[in-house]
């Protein structure tokens, strides 16, 4: 049985978001919500200027809904993680934008979500070009997989 992705959240708003928001645009990919979160409120505001759509929260928001990306520097991801663990729904579908940080330090920090992947995006995705290698935690569950894969 698919989930239904009604919300998207971001934890971090950098050049990497804005990606990922114009190919989901690119492709009429649409949420109810989308909820992005960062400590520069000049990344927040020029984000929202080009995706109006967008809500601007904290990251405890960001992080309940359904689809989480953690869109941050790999110094502070454990420690955001750490902040927001139990804001983050056992059914969310959590993604890492990180490098270096791997799957099982992911899943440690989220011990009650099963549905963790890693996503290294690149700049094509802007134009819906190019790839992205992604690669999910052992348990994600393989139906909520397919819908991602087709989403995207």
Known sequence: MFMIINSVGFIGAG????????????????FKRIVV?????????????????????????????DVVFIALHPPVVMDTLELVKNDVNADAIVVSLAPKINLPKLSLKLSHVKNIARLIPNATSYINEGYNPVAFATGFDGDKKKQILERT
Do not use: H, M, W
Not at 42 to 62: I, M, W
């Open 37 to 65: 979160t960062d400590i520069n409120p000049d990344v927040l505001a020029n984000l929202k200027r080009q995706f109006p759509e967008v809500e601007s929260s904290d990251a405890k928001t960001a992080a309940g809904q």
């Open 15 to 30: 050049r990497i978001v804005k990606i990922l928001l114009q190919g989901f645009k690119n492709k009429d990919v649409k």
